[in-house]
T-cell receptor, first 112, second 112 residues
């Protein structure tokens, strides 16, 4: 079935380091792709999205490009801050689905 | 402001008691979802509903029940049959298939 795979965490980075969190997906159709962020004790917030191949989603310095040829949607940020410490979830959805499919999440800790 | 409201934020119950978690949305979304999240874990789908008066079991429905009598409300009951109910519960909604889900702030249930 359709699924989302993310890199294993936890990931620990120093402040101002470059961040990449890998996400690959398996889907039979043409899904929309999403990144969500979850801060401790809170619900998930939509961080960015892309709805078709080669689209780039961006928000708060984070970016991800929908790569159909590699079925990937990797999250990147050029310079992380301590406030970026959270769990990041990659997800997909399509009109043929009746629910959003989430990856397992990747925990990020940024140290000063 | 439109959004999803979960209440209460923290809930304590004695073992063997049923408890109902509230989820209300004013986004006019058709679809609503309940997820369970255990510490350091991803999301597991409990129940979802695409339309009023209809709902489907997710991956871990045993020991839970839901109703969808109104479009804006999707309460979750954790019954005494749920073996390990202590967890963080998240409610979400989405407008149409293929679009992102919006989340509430979660309810942390502790059974003592």
């Amino acid at each position: 079935g359709d699924s989302v795979t993310q890199m294993e965490g936890p990931v620990t980075l120093s402040e101002e380091a470059f961040l990449t969190i890998n996400c690959t997906y398996t889907a039979t159709g043409y899904p929309s792709l999403f990144w969500y962020v979850q801060y401790p004790g809170e619900g998930l917030q939509l961080l960015l999205k892309a709805t078709k191949a080669d689209d780039k989603g961006s928000n708060k310095g984070f970016e991800a490009t929908y790569r159909k040829e590699t079925t990937s949607f990797h999250l990147e940020k050029g310079s992380v801050q301590v406030s970026d410490s959270a769990v990041y979830f990659c997800a997909l959805s399509a009109t043929s689905y009746d629910k959003v499919i989430f990856g397992p999440g990747t925990s990020l800790s940024v140290i000063p | 402001d439109g959004g999803i409201t979960q209440s209460p934020k923290y809930l304590f119950r004695k073992e063997g008691q049923n408890v109902t978690l509230s989820c209300e949305q004013n986004l006019n979304h058709d679809a609503m979802y309940w997820y369970r999240q255990d510490p350091g874990q991803g999301l597991r789908l409990i129940y979802y509903s695409q339309i009023v008066n209809d709902f489907q079991k997710g991956d871990i429905a045993e020991g839970y029940s839901v109703s969808r009598e109104k479009k804006e409300s999707f309460p979750l009951t954790v019954t005494s049959a749920q073996k390990n109910p202590t967890a963080f519960y998240l409610c979400a909604s989405s407008s149409v298939r293929g679009t992102e889900a919006f989340f509430g702030q979660g309810t942390r249930l502790t059974v003592v």
